[in-house]
C-alpha cells in the first residue's frame, strides 16, 4: 500500500526545500524561483547565499527551458525534468535532471571538466575570455553559465549521464552553495 506520509517524511528529514518533476515552462520558470526566493526569505538566509542559490537556481532553470525548447519540441517525455532543491547542515545543493542527445555529451563533458579544473583565479579569467569572445552557443546564450554556476558556488560541478537510449541519456547536475 502506498504510504504518502513515508515519502513526505522523508523529504521533510531531508530537508527538502522544493522538488519538481515534469516540464519546465516559461510561467512555471517565474513560479519557481519565486517559490524558492519565499522559503529562503522564511529561512532568514544569509542575503549572500541566498544571491547564490538564486542565481544558481535561476542558471539551471534557464538551461534547462533552453534546451527543452531546442531539442525535443515533439517529445513530451523528453521534455521532461527534476528538480530538487535541498539544506542540510552548512551547505544548500540544486540538483536538476534532463534528457539530451548522446551526441551532444561529449562536449558538455568537457565543458564542466575544463571548468572542474579551474582555479578561482582562472575561472574568473575564463568567464572575461567568453565573454569577450560574444560567440552564442546552441541555445541563444554565451555559454556562460556552467562558468557562472562555478564561481558563485565556490564548488566544483558534481554530474552523471545515464545513457537511457541509443540516442539519449539522462543528464544530472548538482551545484553546492555553503552557507
Known amino acids: 500500500m502506498l504510504n504518502v506520509y513515508e515519502y513526505f517524511k522523508k523529504m521533510q528529514d531531508d530537508n527538502v526545500i522544493l522538488y519538481f518533476k515534469g516540464e519546465i515552462t516559461n510561467n512555471l520558470l517565474t513560479s519557481i524561483l519565486q517559490l524558492v526566493d519565499d522559503r529562503l526569505e522564511r529561512k532568514s538566509e544569509d542575503v549572500k547565499v541566498k544571491k547564490k542559490v538564486f542565481s544558481i537556481l535561476l542558471e539551471c532553470l534557464q538551461n534547462i527551458y533552453n534546451y527543452q525548447q ?67 552557443s546552441e541555445t541563444g546564450g554565451a555559454g556562460l553559465g556552467l562558468i557562472d554556476m562555478a564561481r558563485k558556488s565556490g564548488e566544483k560541478i558534481d554530474y552523471s549521464f545515464d545513457y537511457i537510449t541509443d540516442e539519449h541519456c539522462f543528464y544530472s547536475l548538482q551545484v553546492k552553495v555553503s552557507s
Open 70 to 136: 531546442v531539442n525535443h519540441p515533439e517529445n513530451e517525455q523528453l521534455q521532461a525534468a527534476t528538480l530538487m532543491v535541498r539544506r542540510t547542515d552548512g551547505a544548500y545543493f540544486i540538483v536538476t535532471g534532463n534528457y539530451i542527445l548522446k551526441e551532444k555529451v561529449d562536449k558538455l563533458r568537457d565543458k564542466i571538466d575544463k571548468v572542474n579544473g579551474l582555479s578561482a583565479d582562472d575561472l574568473k579569467a575564463y568567464y572575461k575570455d567568453v565573454l569577450n569572445k560574444q560567440t552564442e
